[in-house]
């Protein structure tokens, strides 16, 4: 297993980089989840684009890689950490099928179905939020980026300065600036990204709904 923080190199082993940013309730069945497959997870600067991501291994590689924001909240991490996993075992399984299936199709709802229960069944997190995983997951999002009633469930547990605001939250035609200092307009929305325009470059960018931005005014 290889866990590990941005700025450490490929190989190093960081357990505490990912230990830090969970409850601590789940943090030995979570190190058991990672010891299924090789694997390095990267604890990374925030993206406006993504919360989490996973890649199966390169030609020369035998690890599947994971990447999470490292300004999720802890149940968030959690939760985007456990998806990204869901989508390692399925990728794990077909790995030698002619058929890839689908992103977030019936054989990763039934994995992270899987991987979920015992943090349900465990109460690893709080009440409230149990109910709205077991609540997720016979939605028929089941628990996507697209989910949005555990996205802002999630949110509820953000610890942050009062003028950030979510991407959603901005009506069309909003001026918002991602924390890296970079300035856009806001356009419409397309499943779990809004299309924006970044001042100055006129370039579009497509910027998660649950990124987190400070509003301004135009002069």
Sequence with gaps: MNVQQASLPLLETDYEAVRNHLPPSTWKYVSNLLQEYPVVVRVVPHRATKLGDY????LDECCHRITVNDDLNIY??????????????????????????????????????????????KSMVPGELCVTLAAS??????ATC?????????????????KFVHVEQLELGACFQLQDGRQFILGDRVRSRYRCIELGSGVEFRIHYLARVVRFELD
């Design 55 to 58: 890649r199966p291994p390169r």
């Design 76 to 121: 968030a991490f959690l939760v985007t950490l456990l998806h990204e996993l869901a989508h390692l075992r399925v990728a794990a399984m077909h790995a030698a099928g002619t058929k890839r299936p689908r992103p977030h199709g019936p054989e990763w709802k039934r994995e992270f179905a899987a991987i979920l229960k015992p943090v349900i069944d």
């Design 137 to 142: 997951l016979q939605r028929p999002r089941a």
């Design 146 to 162: 697209s989910d949005r009633l555990l996205a802002l469930a999630l949110s509820q547990y953000d610890q942050g300065d009062d």
